[in-house]
């Protein structure tokens, strides 16, 4: 539903509060979120926030069972679903191989067994940013560069953007760079892609599945959230930049052109399809306030893109 919505169940969230209370429920209610949620941005916390408003005309009993008994907890499944249809009239397709759910072993509510629970499929992991991190600013990154290069490059499907070989070693370098840059920061040796290369090979063979039908139109949905600063595209730069000490700054944000030229084209996006009211210039300043780089770096990127427009023969954009 979309990380920025989940206040949005709030008072749903807090009437199963008040059902369990009733019912002397003792067992732990455990809510997975698994949603993108944004880097530097606690959703969790303003989604309890909004939880505990709601029962703030509760007794003290029902918000301290709230507080003691109820896990919000984030969650990464890393499966790729399509958009289902409204009417639910056929099958919703799903990968054969499929990827592990990861659950944040610290916001877990223990029952009177005092273990995490054993379920196939399912990994509790402590400390939860690292695969929060990858899955966000990798995994997240790279399926947007493919779905707005895909989607000027004239494909629906996102199976056939990702076979495209500009598009493909675009995505691959970037992937790459952020992907080396998590890597070398934290642990991934307990996880089933051990290796930096492994992960990004896995995750772009995945993209290349026709069965799944992932068309390049949702990929490219919501793309001024994809353009907040803790997001997948921004955010990934902004880590890159930032992890990457007593380094020559031209040199990372050339390793960093593909995110960039992924950034302008999210943005081409969101003014072709009217939802940015007040102009390409004034995104384009949005977004550079967010960079952790010198906007001249987002000029070449916009140049870069408009040549990959020309070689497709799709109108150039312009800043203003």
């Known amino acids: 539903?979309?990380?920025?919505?989940?206040?949005?169940?709030?008072?749903?969230?807090?009437?199963?509060?008040?059902?369990?209370?009733?019912?002397?429920?003792?067992?732990?209610?455990?809510?997975?979120?698994?949603?993108?949620?944004?880097?530097?941005?606690?959703?969790?916390?303003?989604?309890?926030?909004a939880i505990a408003f709601a029962l703030s005309g509760e007794s003290s009993e029902v918000r301290l069972y709230f507080e003691t008994h109820v896990g919000l907890v984030p969650a990464i499944n890393e499966a790729i679903v399509p958009q289902v249809e409204a009417s639910f009239a056929n099958p919703i397709p799903i990968e054969a191989d499929l990827a592990p759910l990861y659950v944040d072993a610290s916001e877990w509510k223990l029952d009177s067994s005092n273990q995490l629970p054993s379920w196939p499929?399912?990994?509790?992991?402590?400390?939860?940013?690292?695969?929060?991190?990858?899955?966000?600013?990798?995994?997240?990154?790279?399926?947007?560069?493919?779905?707005?290069l895909g989607h000027f490059a004239g494909y629906l499907e996102m199976s056939e953007a990702v076979l495209d070989p500009e598009i493909r070693a675009?995505?691959?370098d970037a992937a790459n760079t952020v992907a080396n840059a998590l890597y070398a920061d934290w642990r991934y040796?307990?996880?089933?892609?051990?290796?930096?290369?492994?992960?990004?090979?896995?995750?772009?063979?995945?993209?290349?599945?026709?069965?799944?039908?992932?068309q390049t139109t949702r990929v490219c949905r919501d793309a001024l959230r994809?353009?907040?600063q803790g997001d997948r595209l921004i955010g990934a730069i902004n880590y890159v930049v930032t992890h990457t000490l007593n380094s020559n700054t031209a040199a990372v944000a050339e390793s960093l052109s593909g995110i960039l030229i992924g950034v302008a084209a999210a943005m081409r996006y969101v003014t072709d399809t009217g939802c940015a009211p007040e102009g390409y210039a004034d995104l384009r300043e949005r977004v550079i306030s967010r960079l952790a780089l010198d906007s001249r770096y987002l000029d070449e990127a916009e140049r870069a893109f408009n040549d990959f427009l020309s070689r497709r023969r799709v109108a150039p954009m312009h800043s203003s």
């Open 189 to 214: 040796s307990d996880t089933q892609h051990r290796e930096a290369d492994h992960y990004v090979s896995w995750i772009l063979d995945r993209y290349n599945n026709p069965e799944l039908g992932d």
């Open 1 to 49: 539903m979309g990380s920025g919505n989940l206040q949005d169940l709030a008072c749903l969230f807090a009437k199963m509060v008040k059902f369990r209370y009733a019912f002397h429920i003792a067992s732990p209610l455990n809510i997975l979120l698994c949603e993108n949620m944004p880097v530097g941005k606690d959703t969790i916390s303003q989604l309890r926030s």
């Open 170 to 172: 675009l995505v691959f």
């Open 121 to 148: 499929g399912v990994q509790f992991k402590r400390p939860f940013e690292p695969i929060h991190l990858r899955k966000l600013l990798v995994h997240n990154m790279t399926h947007a560069l493919v779905g707005y």
């Open 226 to 228: 994809k353009l907040e």
